[in-house]
């Protein structure tokens, strides 16, 4: 109980804080306020190992504090005995803002999201989320927590206040205050280095960045919350598509966990949204990432296929395909072609790119193009 005292202090300026420069207020649903005590509850619940098959494996070892809350550089994630998915963690960092969870949104909000790893087979492979009841139960720390929290007996404590917690504790993971704020938001010209704000042209202009990583008026998701065909994974299983769609409906229609289906199969993976939808025109689309700390957040990717910055603008600027030359997916998004960029307007899009890390995350090789000269 002390333990969740003292984080609940550590915490509270968090629970109430102003947005950092460059983000908006963060939203918080009617339904999970925010308080010092439940985000301590939650920060507990996040790290512990015990809600695993293994005993081995919790949230923060794929959404880990000292990797910007990911688990880079690692392609997919690793859960129990190393067992491998077929998607790269997304950051929890700013996922607060997100207007869905997961690549292809298959959760609503961060409260939803939270119930799928404890029981994926390839996460932490839990039988029943009744494990973790049980677990929280029998834990005198956890009983006061949740009665001080929820005003709950141990028999009452549902998932429904476990993914509460966790979630109130996932929304004070916001951070901004980058060069790029400092530059663009805080009118401080010597914030952001000649080279990344070359690159912000080309994020305007010829890259055409920002028509799906988008910047407002007075702040910057870097995402349009929708999700896209970019040519990637989809690409190398073009062929395969139409076997891969009416064998993954047939399924679906007998049940099939789509949780479970797109992280045990790479093919599977690969139809991303449409696995969601069942609709053709969402084949291969996957959600607009924010860009924000994305310098120290590699590989890329839903499936962490591209290992630098300068790989994924390469991917663009050969129109989709990896590889220039290589044939594009029919499904492919209509915004996405040949963007004819110098190796110049390349290197200066990295610049602008690494210039999005905030203080906290940044690391001398992130900043060092895109700090100020």
């Not at 912000?200 to 999700?227: K, M, N, P, W, Y």
């Not at 607009?288 to 700390?293: I, K, S």
């Amino acid at each position: 109980m002390r333990y969740l005292m003292l984080t609940g202090l550590l915490l509270a300026g968090q629970a109430l804080a102003d947005a950092p420069l460059g983000l908006p207020e963060v939203p918080v649903p009617a339904a999970n306020p925010q308080t010092p005590e439940k985000i301590a509850l939650g920060d507990r619940l996040f790290e512990d190992k015990r809600f695993s098959a293994t005993g081995d494996v919790s949230c923060s070892t794929c959404h880990a504090a000292e990797k910007v809350f990911t688990d880079s550089p690692l392609q997919v994630s690793e859960g129990i005995r190393k067992l491998t998915g077929t998607r790269n963690a997304p950051t929890v960092v700013n996922a607060a803002y997100n207007e869905s969870q997961f690549w292809d949104g298959r959760s609503p909000d961060l409260e939803d999201q939270a119930l799928h790893p404890f029981l994926n087979p390839v996460e932490m492979a839990l039988p029943s989320h009744d494990v973790i009841l049980e677990i929280i139960r029998g834990d005198k720390d956890y009983v006061a927590a949740f009665k001080g929290v929820f005003g709950v007996a141990p028999e009452d404590i549902t998932m429904t206040e476990v993914t509460q917690a966790i979630a109130a504790f996932e929304r004070t993971k916001v951070s901004g205050n980058s060069a790029f704020d400092r530059w663009y938001f805080g009118g401080d010209s010597t914030a952001m280095s000649e080279a990344a704000q070359r690159g912000f042209t080309v994020f305007l202009q010829d890259g055409r960045c920002v028509s799906c990583h988008t910047i407002e008026q007075d702040h910057a998701l870097f995402t349009d919350h929708l999700f896209h065909n970019v040519g990637i994974g989809i690409n190398d299983i073009q062929n395969q598509v139409p076997t891969l769609a009416e064998a993954f409906l047939k399924a679906k229609s007998q049940g099939i966990d789509v949780d479970v289906a797109v992280l045990a199969d790479a093919n599977t993976s690969h139809l991303g949204r449409f696995a969601v939808t069942d609709d053709l025109s969402a084949m291969g689309g996957f959600k607009t990432p924010t860009l924000r700390n994305i310098a120290a957040t590699a590989p890329y990717m839903h499936d962490g296929s591209l290992t630098t910055l300068r790989d994924v603008v390469v991917h663009y600027n050969n129109g989709g395909v990896t590889q220039e030359g290589n044939p594009v997916n029919a499904f492919l998004s209509g915004g996405i072609r040949p963007l004819d960029l110098t190796d110049q307007q390349i290197d200066d899009l990295v610049a602008f790119m690494e210039a999005l890390t905030s203080p906290e995350y940044a690391t001398s090789e992130s900043m060092s193009t895109g700090g100020a000269e």
